[in-house]
């Protein structure tokens, strides 16, 4: 069975300083893997995605990156935070081509002061 | 469009009632349409979906209805349970696996005994 682990599973950070979110999935080979936003009481928004080894394609701006080091990671991060960074940051694999089902995991809710 | 509308954003209904929630879409070529349950706090997790070659689709109390023509599809609870109170999420997505899965706004269900 396949698992997603993210970390940290909360943060509280100073505007300007960096940050570093990250996202591994066990028992799936090449995994689609994705990164949502979810303000406090809002909608999920995907930032980024990523179908293979060095390689993420982003789909909304919002001053972050994100990086493909290994299969079964995910890496999101940012040198500088904004306040407006606050909220919940879910990564997500996609069980393609087989159900084409998303699964997300456990989020990490992030502050920004 | 890419637009994922749902309705309605506040819910409540009496124990034992149903409730029902209804999204549209804008992409005609959206063949893919998952439900995602979120409890406060935690993670959203995929409670039922429904692929365009179908029109309804039963798991247990959940029923999912698709109207391709109108380009709307909807989940009803049947028989609902405090434990039913919850945020529901409605999505979208294209038939590839870089079509982006764009999200409902969000409808916030309270089940009241």
């Known amino acids: 069975a396949q698992t997603i682990h993210q970390w940290p599973v909360a943060e509280i950070k100073a505007v300007g300083s960096p940050l570093s979110l990250g996202c591994t999935i066990k028992?799936?080979?090449?995994?689609?893997l994705y990164w949502y936003w979810q303000a406090t009481g809002g909608t999920l928004q995907q930032l980024f995605y990523s179908i293979t080894v060095g390689q993420v394609e982003s789909v909304v701006q919002l001053n972050l990156s994100a990086s493909r080091p290994k299969d079964d990671q995910f890496i999101l991060s940012t040198e500088k935070l904004l306040l407006s960074h606050s909220g919940f940051y879910l990564c997500?694999?996609?069980?393609?081509?087989?159900?084409?089902?998303?699964?997300f995991g456990e989020g990490s809710k992030l502050t920004v002061l | 469009g890419e637009q994922v509308e749902q309705l309605p954003s506040i819910l409540r209904v009496q124990e034992g009632s149903s409730a029902s929630i209804n999204c549209s879409y804008e992409?005609?070529?959206?063949?893919?349409f998952p439900w995602y349950k979120q409890e406060p706090g935690e993670n959203p997790k995929l409670i039922i979906d429904?692929?365009?070659?179908?029109e309804r689709k039963q798991i247990q109390e959940l029923i999912v209805l698709l109207d391709k023509k109108a380009k709307r599809f909807s989940l009803h609870i049947t028989d609902t349970q405090p434990g039913d109170s919850a945020m529901y999420f409605c999505?979208?997505?294209?038939?590839?696996?870089?079509?982006?899965?764009?999200f409902g706004q969000g409808t916030s269900l309270s089940v009241v005994p």
């Open positions: 028992g799936k080979s090449s995994p689609n």
């Open positions: 997500a694999w996609r069980d393609w081509p087989n159900t084409g089902q998303l699964y």
């Open positions: 429904i692929r365009s070659n179908m």
């Open positions: 992409d005609s070529a959206s063949n893919y």
């Open positions: 999505a979208a997505k294209g038939s590839s696996s870089f079509s982006k899965l764009v």
